[in-house]
């Protein structure tokens, strides 16, 4: 058990749909992450956050947003939600002065 | 642009036999290198980093991984397998000047058989 935690485990949901993921990283993690990872894309790194800041941005959609609350909590938006999305969505979170991190066991999403 | 590859989809190796996981990254500058290991329906555990400092680095559960900055390579060895090793095997570079943004290869599936 990393200490990230994530929910929901599994997400069912139509197309055009919008959907929120939550994120929890460890006790004192103050960095965020989020990762999409599907079959044919792999693992991508979505977005980070660092201390309620965006810090670092990849190939994540416009139809997509996050946010890091002062709580340290995360959670990732989904809008207008295509076939495509389906995927795995990983949380990670890593300590300040670490380079490695810790990863959620993640949210399990289905767009039908 | 940073990238990672790993050139073996699948690994197979008889138990108690040496095993290496091949990576090759393209990084400008000092690349931050990293493995991670997935089993079935969970998330990545971290196995161990290179940030610099000596070649070989020793991770978690008896694993190593060799940096060559000339073959641009870090492999993943561990001199005796076991059939609990079997997962799936991630890569990762962090590029200077990239937060924290990993690049993950494609993956490299190992099958440790008895």
């Known amino acids: 058990d990393s200490g990230v935690t994530q929910t929901p485990k599994h997400l069912i949901t139509a197309t055009g749909q919008r959907v929120t993921l939550r994120c929890s990283p460890r006790?004192?993690?103050?960095?965020v992450y989020w990762y999409q990872q599907s079959l044919d894309q792999g693992l991508q790194f979505l977005i980070q956050?660092?201390?309620?800041?965006?810090?670092a941005k990849g190939n994540i959609l416009e139809r997509f947003s996050a946010q890091q609350f002062p709580d340290l909590h995360s959670e990732l938006n989904l809008s207008s939600l295509e076939l495509g999305d389906s995927a795995l969505y990983f949380c990670?979170?890593?300590?300040?002065?670490?380079?490695?991190?810790?990863f959620g066991p993640g949210t399990r999403l289905t767009v039908l | 642009a940073q990238s990672v590859a790993q050139p073996e989809d699948q690994v197979n190796v008889a138990e108690g036999n040496p095993l290496t996981v091949k990576c090759t990254y393209s990084?400008?500058?000092?690349?931050?290198l990293f493995w991670y290991v997935q089993y079935p329906n969970r998330g990545l555990q971290f196995l161990l980093k290179?940030?610099?400092?000596?070649?070989l680095v020793k991770g978690s559960y008896g694993f190593e991984a060799e940096f060559n900055k000339s073959q641009t390579s870090f492999h993943l060895k561990k001199p005796s397998a076991l059939v609990s090793d079997s997962a799936l095997y991630f890569c990762?570079?962090?590029?200077?000047?990239?937060?924290?943004?990993?690049?993950f290869g494609q993956g490299t599936e190992l099958s440790v058989k008895p």
């Open positions: 990084v400008s500058g000092n690349p931050y």
């Open positions: 956050y660092y201390n309620g800041e965006e810090r």
């Open positions: 006790s004192g993690d103050l960095s």
């Open positions: 990762a570079v962090r590029g200077p000047n990239q937060g924290g943004k990993l690049i």
């Open positions: 290179y940030i610099t400092g000596d070649n």
């Open positions: 990670a979170s890593s300590p300040r002065y670490r380079d490695e991190q810790f």
